[in-house]
Nanobody, 116 residues
Framework: QVQLAESGGGLVQAGGSLRLSCAAS????????MGWYRQAPGKQRELVAS???????NYADSAKGRFTISRDNAKNTVYLEMNSLKPEDTAVYYC??????????WGQGTQVTVSS
């Protein structure tokens, strides 16, 4: 089992920045992917960005150029730096961990609200 503890959400004005953090604990495999998904009201959960332990990243088109994912493998922690936030970025952001795509785990979610 893997537990994910998120922090860093909140309310910000359009154009502002936020940084999300997520620390994983439990049975952590050396080969894994961590990342962030989000879900807005009435919409499906969607990928924002992910990063493998080896440093390979994957970004949603909406995140490219504005968001940066990074991780500290020694701390089993992943970060999401979000800049130039827009009202359409408002959603609950969920941390994700998976072990080679076999086992998936989710955080409890953190609310990000961007006001116009």
């Amino acid at each position: 089992q893997v537990q994910l503890a998120e922090s860093g959400g909140g309310l910000v004005q359009a154009g502002g920045s936020l940084r999300l953090s997520c620390a994983a604990s439990g049975t952590i495999f050396s080969v894994n992917t961590m990342g962030w998904y989000r879900q807005a009201p009435g919409k499906q959960r969607e990928l924002v960005a992910s990063m493998t332990n080896g440093g390979t990243t994957n970004y949603a088109d909406s995140a490219k150029g504005r968001f940066t994912i990074s991780r500290d493998n020694a701390k089993n922690t992943v970060y999401l730096e979000m800049n130039s936030l827009k009202p359409e970025d408002t959603a609950v952001y969920y941390c994700m961990y998976n072990n080679r795509g076999l086992s998936w785990f989710w955080g409890q979610g953190t609310q990000v609200t961007v006001s116009s």
